[in-house]
């Protein structure tokens, strides 16, 4: 974990925060590692939020040190050698959140893991998860969210699967605020606490 790193973002620092992130790239850090200091000062920043300590500004200025972050990450992650993709996801973070970072994380680690994974991006309207997997014929859709404000999103849009007639598609939710309980309220099939969980139980649902 670097300390400087996620002090920089929390900092609302930007130079220094690409500046530590090249730093530890080319000291030869785990990408991975990078990308989970992020997710944490994310954290902090979305706690901040939530107690009214910062607010929608902070919050997207945020958002893009985390992007130019994830740009500078991205070329040093290993992609799938395998041809073969053992099943299709559609990933992306919900309606009124545009929060990337998480979602980043689990569609890097999806990807490597050998899934086909159609990335919707941020503020993602239910019916778009619902062409797209009418679209791709995925079996697997992955709900991102950061804020509290996801919540509602997140249960409309499992809503929308089903009012679809896609209700065997399997559905995850994961984020800053998500956890068991908002998973149930939500009508998910599963909730997945970290990138590692979240392709396990994609694993486990594609029966690979």
């Given at each position: 974990?670097?300390?400087?790193?996620?002090?920089?973002?929390?900092?609302?620092?930007?130079?220094?925060a690409?500046?530590?992130?090249?730093?530890?790239?080319?000291?030869?850090?785990?990408?991975?590692?990078?990308?989970?200091?992020?997710?944490?000062?994310?954290?902090?920043?979305?706690?901040?939020?939530?107690?009214?300590?910062?607010f929608?500004?902070?919050?997207?200025?945020?958002?893009?040190?985390?992007s130019?972050?994830?740009?500078?990450?991205?070329?040093?992650?290993?992609?799938?050698?395998?041809?073969?993709?053992?099943?299709?996801?559609?990933?992306?973070?919900?309606?009124?959140?545009?929060?990337?970072?998480a979602?980043?994380?689990?569609?890097?680690?999806?990807?490597?893991?050998?899934?086909?994974?159609?990335?919707?991006?941020?503020?993602?309207?239910?019916?778009?998860?619902?062409?797209?997997?009418?679209r791709?014929?995925?079996?697997?859709?992955?709900?991102?969210?950061?804020?509290?404000?996801?919540f509602?999103?997140?249960?409309?849009t499992?809503?929308?699967?089903?009012?679809?007639?896609?209700?065997?598609?399997?559905?995850?939710?994961?984020?800053?605020?998500?956890?068991?309980?908002?998973?149930?309220?939500?009508?998910?099939?599963?909730?997945g606490?970290?990138?590692?969980?979240?392709?396990?139980?994609?694993?486990?649902?594609?029966g690979?």
């Amino acid at each position: 974990m670097s300390q400087e790193l996620i002090n920089a973002i929390t900092g609302m620092n930007e130079d220094d925060a690409l500046k530590v992130a090249n730093q530890l790239l080319a000291s030869g850090t785990n990408p991975l590692d990078i990308l989970e200091d992020c997710r944490k000062a994310m954290d902090v920043i979305g706690k901040r939020f939530e107690a009214g300590d910062c607010f929608i500004p902070e919050l997207i200025f945020a958002g893009e040190i985390l992007s130019q972050i994830s740009s500078l990450v991205k070329p040093h992650l290993k992609q799938a050698a395998e041809s073969k993709k053992i099943g299709k996801i559609v990933f992306g973070t919900v309606q009124g959140d545009i929060h990337d970072i998480a979602k980043n994380i689990v569609v890097f680690m999806l990807d490597i893991n050998g899934f086909d994974v159609t990335d919707l991006g941020v503020d993602v309207p239910p019916a778009k998860f619902v062409e797209a997997v009418k679209r791709t014929g995925a079996k697997i859709v992955g709900l991102s969210g950061f804020l509290t404000l996801a919540f509602d999103p997140m249960k409309e849009t499992v809503a929308a699967l089903k009012a679809a007639g896609l209700a065997d598609v399997k559905v995850m939710v994961g984020g800053g605020q998500i956890d068991e309980q908002v998973c149930q309220y939500t009508g998910a099939d599963a909730y997945g606490r970290d990138a590692m969980a979240a392709v396990a139980l994609a694993k486990q649902w594609a029966g690979g």
